[in-house]
Structure formats: C-alpha cells, structure tokens
C-alpha cells in the first residue's frame, strides 16, 4: 500500500528552475522573419513553479535544483526565498549557466514552438541527492519532475521508498515522459498531458477525447499509480484514483500566457490533498488555479491564495 501524506507537513520539491522568455506576436507569425511582439522574462522551471505555488499558498516548501553561480542563479534564489522557499539545498554551481526556457506563443496565446536548456540539472547527481536524505525522511510528500537524469530519478524513487513518503511526478515534456515507466508503481500521483499520457500509457490521447482519457487515466492506477491526473488544456481535467474517476471542465477565461498553468493546477491539487480536501474538489481548485495563472503575465499568480481559488469558482 502506497503511503499517504501527513496534512500539512512539508513538501520537498526536486528539479528545474530558471529563467522563462516568453514571446506572443501582434499577428499571424511568418516563419524566417521577425515578427512584431510581446516579450515577458520571469522565473520559471516546473519544479520551482510548484513550489512558489505551494509557498504562496501557505505550505512549508523546500527546493532542491541546481543553477549557475551567475546573477541569474543568485537573482533566482533570492526571490524563491522571498516568495518563502527553503532554497538551502539548491546548488549553485560555478562555471555553469542557470537553466533557461525560452517559448514562442501563436496569436491566440497557446504555445507554438519551445526550447530549454536544463543541462545544468545533470549536476543533481544520485550522490548528491542522497546526500539530502534527511530532507526526504522530512518530508510530508516529494514533488519531482523529469528533467532529473534517469539515474537522479531512480535515486529519488528509492529515497522516498526507504523514507515512506509519497511521490508525485511531473512528466514535463513528451521528450522526458519516458522516465518515468519505470516508476510508475512508485508514484502517489502523476500530472501528464495529452501527449504524455500518450507515452506513459499503450495507446495515444486524441485531444479532446475525454472518454480515452479517462481511459488513459483508470490504466495508470491500474499500472500502480495513486492519483492521475490528465491535464486536457481547454479541455479541463480527468483524473482516477482506485475508487473513483471524474472529469472537471476548464474554467473559461482570457488567455494571456500559457506558461506554468499545468504547474499551478498541480501545485493547488496537491495543496488540496495535503490539507485533506477530497480529489473532487482539489481538482476543481486546480483548475482555478490554471484560470488565474494563464491570465497572469508571468509563470506564477504573485498574490496567489485558497480565497482566491475559491472566488475563482464563485
């Protein structure tokens, strides 16, 4: 049996942080041209836009990523701590460059094309890790995502195993959700996408399909998973658990900046949970969540709150 989290103990989160350039053209974008636009810099990384949610919503949260010992890195760290991070077992690491992410929007505000530089996460090592189990065995839950090399990710794993602490994984691009099928047994709950489920389960997701979702969804608890959830765009969210399966629709809203809603509807879910809110309705907060971040210019909803969630569903 997989174990449950204490309410509201502290969540250790583990993997990407850096910067975000995010760029949304005035019209119609023309390939091999510059184009007329918006452009935003703020921080970003799933791991690090998980805590920050977590943080400003109250919850005890620790981060362990790796940045550069560059001004990014040191500007990065300091505003996490402001936002009320433990940042005490981040790495800062010289000669390196602080990841970063950089995401080019269509018109309409959904995302075109992307790229990241996370080269830097590889400095996480097994080692290094294990040398912080203390922060495991600390731990109410640990929240990862898969920039972590498959090695890091399995070290995690058994971390948390040894600590009996529950885990829940992001699988973060289409390109990484392969590291994870060797831990789904593992995991208390997990966060795809569409197309990431596609990967983590023997059938692909249509969008917009929420029959093969929720489908998709049921396989993963079967595989050993606790909780998934299948993120669905505008489409809302299916989730399943072993007792039950719903789907919660998107709230419809303005959307300015697409970046970090999948991590501020986890983060809120996982809130939700911890404070002992069942997963109907910790699901609806995520969605409110994703609503407020994707009218927000920028990766996190600065004065983001369980009122606000709330009043978002009002």
């Known amino acids: 049996m997989k174990p449950l989290p204490s309410p509201g103990g502290r969540v250790l989160v583990i993997g990407s942080a850096g910067l975000d350039l995010i760029g949304r053209p005035l019209a119609s974008l023309q390939l091999a041209t510059s184009n007329p636009g918006r452009l ?17 919503l109250g919850t005890e949260t620790a981060l362990i990523t790796a940045v550069g010992d560059d001004a990014q890195g040191h500007q990065l760290l300091a505003h996490a701590a402001e936002a009320g991070i433990d940042v005490e077992a981040a790495l800062q690491v010289a000669g390196q460059r602080t990841s970063a992410y950089l995401a080019v929007l269509d018109e309409g505000g959904s995302l075109h094309l992307a790229l990241d530089d996370m080269g830097i996460l590889d400095c996480l090592t097994p080692e290094y890790l294990r040398s912080q189990r203390e922060l495991f065995e600390g731990a109410s839950v640990v929240f990862l995502d898969a920039n972590l ?18 885990l829940v994984a992001d699988p973060t691009s289409a390109q990484l959700a392969p590291r994870l099928l060797p831990h789904l047994r593992d995991l208390w709950m997990v966060t795809p ?28 608890v079967s595989a050993g998973v606790g ?3 299948l993120t669905m765009a505008e489409f809302g969210v299916c989730y399943a658990t072993a007792e039950s399966s719903g789907h919660v629709p ?28 069942p997963v109907d309705e910790a699901v609806r907060l995520g969605a ?27």
């Not at 990384?45 to 400003?56: D, H, M, S, Y």
């Not at 090399?149 to 529950?166: E, G, I, Y």
């Open 227 to 229: 909780i998934a959830l």
């Open 193 to 220: 996408n569409e197309m990431q489920a596609g990967i983590l389960c023997p059938h692909p997701v249509p969008h917009a399909d929420r029959d093969r979702a929720l489908d998709s969804a049921r396989h993963l």
């Open 288 to 314: 409110a969540a994703a609503a407020l971040t994707l009218r927000t210019p920028g990766s996190v909803v600065p004065d983001l709150s369980l009122e606000m969630l709330y009043d978002q569903l009002r």
């Open 149 to 166: 090399s498959p090695k890091a990710l399995a070290a995690a794993v058994a971390l948390c195993r040894r600590a009996d602490v529950p």
């Open 250 to 277: 998107a709230i419809v809203t303005e959307i300015h900046d697409p970046t970090g809603a999948g991590d501020a509807l986890t983060a809120a879910v996982l809130f939700a949970l911890l404070n002992e809110i």
């Open 40 to 56: 935003r810099m703020s921080y970003g990384g799933v791991a690090r836009n998980v805590a920050e949610n977590l943080a400003r």
